[in-house]
């Protein structure tokens, strides 16, 4: 019989260091463990501190330190973290101090002397050697982090983070990110652990390149030749073309059309409406001259634009992801606003053109792209929310939920429900089809914007959350189409964005969207399911 989480005695923590100076990102990860558990021993051994890298990977390392601002690994102290833990020099009491765990910060070649020493054994992060150096080397477009466990000779995942290659030159922007979002590791498995009172290594999980780059002169060298390639193709391409979001619809079985802003603006972020027998898109007008986005509508026909754009919604911050939907008879928008630190509720005045602020729903750090649904009275929020230190807000999605739309909303026990790039950032609605429910996904794996990922949504309530891929929308169509990060089925319209590489001169007229995205269709969606696992029964909406 399990024993409540209310009724348990802490965790018991030790810890292995080779120096009370550690990197920033360490000091977090402890201080978040002390929120979870106590800390009973830190064992401070001996680290060689031998610096195997070759002379070009270090000259490289240097130019790189002088471009690139990283603090995760500044050293700073962390003693005054462990006033209350015992430390053992001789490493005679911590083997007889009944830990649950013990967390290695030092060295990993330590990790086998002390794998039993623990009733979980040792947990360590494993990065790369160095890290970040093959994801530039190769240009590879996302990192894998974990936390794995030595326990009597067993090597298992315990925690996994995918994040993307944010750069394809700097080797330490990329790893700045890892670490920052690593620190909440080993708190995030001890919560999960304290809660279930058993190890649940995750299944399915990435494995590092068996080609793995290391720095050697030879690969350091490649890497100068790679890199600057790289910056030669980049500035031509800049000379010749931009980049510009555009929508794109459909109505029915029709053929998709696109909707193309003058060149001083993006669209992107499309939600459909059909009201009255009208069709209305809701989107993120973004304008170049100003840094930054409002809210506009358009009404739409078979033939094209009907009415608009119309600016709807503009604050002194920047506008995305307007999430527009119809409850009891009243029309409500949540747009991003997550300059602000919040998840705000408008309802419409007077639909479409004017919105004033309900409630705020939320306060979160950077929380964006909110996205709600009801399931048999109880509503979800899906809501990327950032980690402080972290770079791009992409890959950590947090859920919530509530008994009413208005709140108060509390967190998932598993938050983040996903921490990957390749899924986590909502994408839209999440919509019904043949009585299974799907969540769509931001990828920006291979750069912002991407792909959408349609996640089976196979577990959902208040404990646990589980999802399976089951497509990939990708920019498959047309040459000149390089991304596409929103999907929205609503009615019988259906509205994509997509990210086009225009040529600086000429004209742009890019071939219809198809390819996986006619994989949305009902009886495909149903095959796909079949070979997933078993999902939620068809539930209200």
Partial sequence: MTTPADQRTPLRIGLLIDSFTQPRWVRRAVEKILEVATIEIVAKVDSAGVDNRSLLYKVYDGIDRRLFKADALDPVGIEDLLKR??????????????????????????????????????????????????????????????????????????????????SRFSVRLNTN?????????????????????????????????????????????????????RAASRAIEKLSTFEQWVLAYRIG???????????????????????????????????????????????????????????????????????????????????????????????????????????????????????????DGTWWMFVNIEEEGVAVNWDELHLYYSNSLFGPWKPHARNP??????SA???????WSNNVLYRPGQDSSQRYGYATTISRITKLD????????????????????????TVNLVSDI???????????????APLSPSGSLDLLASANMERRSETSSVGLSRMKE
């Fill in 417 to 422: 429900i996903v921490s990957d790039v390749r």
């Fill in 253 to 375: 079985d029709g053929e998709f059309q696109y909707l193309i802003p003058p060149v001083d603006r993006f669209w992107a972020d499309p939600f459909p409406l059909a009201v009255d027998g009208k069709y209305y898109i809701f989107f993120e007008e973004y304008l170049n001259s100003v840094g930054r986005a409002h809210i506009s509508v358009v009404e739409v026909d078979q033939k094209g634009i009907v009415s608009g754009p119309t600016e709807v919604l503009k604050l002194d911050c920047h506008l995305s992801y307007p999430f527009v939907f119809e409850w009891q008879g009243d029309y409500y928008m949540i747009p991003e606003t997550g300059e602000r630190n919040v998840v705000e509720l408008y309802r419409a005045k007077s639909f479409p053109y004017s919105w004033e602020p309900e409630k705020v729903l939320l306060e979160a750090n950077s929380p964006l792209d909110a996205t709600v649904m009801e399931v």
């Fill in 177 to 229: 990110t890892c670490y920052w979002k690593s620190a909440a590791f080993a708190a995030r498995a001890l919560r999960d652990l304290y809660e279930s009172e058993h190890m649940d290594q995750s299944q399915d999980q990435e494995t590092a390149p068996t080609n793995a780059a290391t720095a050697t002169n030879a690969a350091a060298a490649g890497m100068f030749l790679k890199l600057s390639a």
């Fill in 85 to 166: 833990a015992t430390v053992d020099h001789g490493f005679e009491q911590i083997g007889a101090a009944g830990l649950d765990v013990i967390v290695n910060f030092g060295p990993v070649e330590w990790n086998e002397k002390f794998s039993s020493a623990a009733k979980y054994g040792i947990w360590f992060y494993s990065f790369g050697d160095p890290a970040g150096f093959n994801e530039v080397v190769n240009n590879i477009p996302v990192k894998v982090t974990s936390l794995k466990s030595l326990h009597d000779g067993k090597e298992s995942v315990v925690y996994q983070s995918v994040s993307p290659t944010l």
């Fill in 494 to 508: 259906t509205v994509i964005d997509c990210l086009a590489k225009r040529r600086r001169r000429g004209h742009f």
């Fill in 425 to 431: 950032r909502p994408a839209g609605k999440l919509f």
């Fill in 462 to 485: 208040r404990r646990d959350y589980l999802e399976t891929e089951v497509l990939k929308i990708r920019p498959d169509w047309d040459k000149d189409i390089i991304g596409v990060h």
